[in-house]
């Protein structure tokens, strides 16, 4: 069966930096884009980054740009989000979500999220 | 950025009635490729949100035939033939034509 899990989330001071995982499982990882989207408890989705199969691109929401990083290790079957610089507004359920299809390109269409986690949280605050 | 915008943004429903869902961009979804780069999720309480139809029209697997997406450009309708309990969550569609990717605030469907 298929599985993303994610993982990492948790209470974080703001100007701190944590990085979540995302672990999958019964499918080829290296097959599919994948992507971060985030959810603040009882309100609407928000994408926040993208990465290509073999990680030659990536995209970012303007909101984290500069202070996120999303990565992946197609040999172990993770992917990452690294936050740095973490804001009180950054606090939110972090979803991992696989793209139907492996290519990804900021500025081009983007496939659909067919299989998501069940999402980590992080809180910011002091 | 493209705006998505949904309606309504409740949906109230008597079970065995249909049910649909509004959602217009501020701009075109319409790729040169002839596909509407539009998505469909439900997020059911408690849980993930789940991939219902993709590229405007097109069910994912597993979806029941009830469900339904059609629209082109920048007007999209999620229809439901017959509405079950199951059916219960707030769905979201997605513009996928551009990155930035960005959803509509969501339509919660309660059952009457």
């Known amino acids: 069966e298929v599985y993303l899990v994610e993982s990492g989330g948790g209470l974080v001071q703001p100007d701190k930096s944590l990085r979540l995982s995302c672990e999958a499982s019964g499918f080829t990882f290296d097959d599919h884009a994948m992507h971060w989207v985030r959810q603040v408890p009882g309100k609407g989705l928000e994408w926040v980054a993208g990465i290509s199969w073999n990680s030659c691109c990536t995209g970012y929401a303007d909101s984290v740009r500069g202070r996120f990083t999303v990565s992946r290790d197609n040999a172990k079957y993770l992917l990452y989000l690294q936050m740095n610089s973490l804001r009180v507004e950054d606090t939110a359920l972090y979803f991992c979500?696989?793209?139907?299809?492996?290519?990804?390109?900021?500025?081009?269409?983007?496939?659909?999220?067919?299989?998501w986690g069940q999402g980590t949280m992080v809180t910011v605050s002091s | 950025d493209i705006v998505v915008s949904q309606s309504p943004l409740s949906l109230p429903v008597t079970p065995g009635e249909p049910a649909s869902i509004s959602c217009r961009s501020s701009?075109?979804?319409?790729?040169?490729?002839?596909?509407?780069?539009v998505h469909w999720y439900l997020q059911k309480p408690g849980q993930s949100p789940q991939l219902l139809i993709y590229l405007g029209s097109n069910r994912a697997s597993g979806v029941p035939d009830r469900f339904s997406g059609s629209g082109s450009g920048t007007d999209f309708t999620l229809t439901i033939s017959r509405v079950e309990a199951e059916d219960v969550g707030v769905y979201y569609c997605m513009q996928a034509l551009h990155t930035p990717i960005t959803f509509g605030q969501g339509t919660r469907l309660d059952i009457k």
């Open positions: 701009q075109s979804l319409l790729h040169t490729n002839d596909y509407n780069y």
């Open positions: 979500a696989r793209a139907q299809y492996r290519d990804f390109w900021s500025g081009y269409p983007v496939d659909a999220f067919d299989i």
